[in-house]
């Protein structure tokens, strides 16, 4: 323990972290300045009228809005609920089946998950039907905007954070010898090339603080500024919320029952996950080549070639490659903002971004394993 305590020290004592972080937390001030006013004032002020947002729609909801005291935002609110119906009772995820089959049309294959993917699917419509997720009002007009700004824009910009300070924290720990002249000695017993083993244990761990800082103090800030007080029960797949991939646009269908508070809590957990997935790739690769810029410049060649990759397979038709590729970290970080739905084509598993994550952690963890073992039988001379 107290050598991982003494890496803990190598990594936080080093200025640049600090100055990253702290560019990072300015970049996401920024971005949440950049959000629609009109939205701050939605939130803050409908949710000081009776906690009006996150309510269910029915009589008594209708009744008490009619009776209040008619403002801008509860005249678009009141015009927003008039009629409203539950979607669910009529949605047919066969339209969705038909839509993408007619994406992947090239390769049987791919035809044939996506149609058992919506089928499975179809179960979930019927049970949201049952109870009435459809009616819950959210955050009413403002919602989809919200939704994605918090899940999407902004979230995104914390994950993405994490991953780049995670595996810049894990390849410094892991080169801090080679860059002071000192891995020869270091080396030079069994127990000193354990060392390295430490600073995996180390790195992990770290990442997840790291994540946590910025989490913390950019969510902070944010939930400050926008009042979700009435809005943590509300259900996320309520109508007013949606999701939109290739311009199909369908209800935000989730595949368990997630209250805003919920999603919230099990997105933060998932990216802890995938935070400490993109440590133990860098790991492997800074374990492997030992010289940090190199693996650096490999790591970033392998997540921006990734990314070409998986848009190359879908311009050659090759449907089934390209949904296997969609298992790997960087798709996993972009879909951050339909995360436990069925996010359209970059899945054709149910929860595909959480076996996704557990996979890497599988994978990686091995390979981290089996290079650990390699370096400890390699000369470094």
Request: with cysteine; charged share 15%; proline share 3%.
């Amino acid at each position: 323990m107290s050598l991982v305590y003494c890496e803990w020290r190598k990594l936080f004592h080093l200025p640049a972290l600090w100055a990253f972080l702290g560019l990072c937390l300015v970049f996401n001030g920024l971005l949440i300045a950049t959000q629609s006013p009109y939205d701050r004032a939605f939130f803050n002020d409908t949710s000081a009228d009776a906690e009006l947002l996150g309510q269910r729609v029915d009589g008594e909801f209708l009744a008490g809005l009619s009776a209040m005291p008619e403002t801008e935002n509860r005249k678009l609110l009141l015009q927003s609920v008039a009629g409203l119906e539950d979607v669910f009772e009529t949605y047919d995820t066969g339209e969705l089946a038909d839509f993408y089959t007619g994406v992947v049309k090239t390769s049987p294959l791919a035809m044939e998950w996506m149609t058992w993917k919506y089928g499975l699917l179809a179960e979930r419509v019927e049970h949201l039907s049952q109870t009435d997720a459809a009616l819950d009002l959210y955050a009413g007009p403002a919602t989809y905007g919200s939704h994605q700004f918090l899940f999407g824009a902004l979230f995104r910009a914390i994950l993405g954070e994490s991953a780049i300070l995670a595996m810049l924290g894990t390849l410094y720990l892991l080169g801090y010898e080679g860059l002071h002249q000192t891995e020869g000695l270091a080396c030079a017993t069994r127990t000193g090339r354990r060392l390295w083993g430490v600073k995996l244990l180390a790195a992990l761990p770290a990442s997840t603080v790291v994540y946590g800082l910025l989490a913390s103090f950019t969510l902070t800030p944010y939930f400050l500024l926008y009042d979700y007080g009435g809005i943590w029960s509300a259900s996320v797949s309520s109508q007013f919320n949606y999701f939109s991939d290739m311009l199909f646009v369908r209800p935000f269908l989730t595949w368990g029952d997630f209250t805003v508070g919920q999603y919230l809590t099990a997105a933060l957990g998932l990216g802890a996950a995938l935070t400490a997935v993109f440590s133990l790739l860098a790991a492997v690769f800074g374990i492997f080549i030992r010289n940090s810029y190199l693996a650096a410049l490999a790591l970033m060649a392998l997540c921006f070639g990734g990314l070409g990759i998986v848009s190359a397979l879908g311009e050659l038709g090759w449907w089934a490659v390209y949904l296997i590729a969609c298992f790997q970290p960087v798709i996993v970080w972009l879909s951050c903002s339909a995360w436990f739905t069925e996010l359209g084509l970059t899945a054709v598993l149910p929860w595909q971004e959480t076996i996704a994550v557990g996979l890497n952690l599988l994978l990686l963890g091995g390979g981290a394993i089996l290079v650990l073992r390699r370096f400890s039988r390699k000369d470094v001379a």
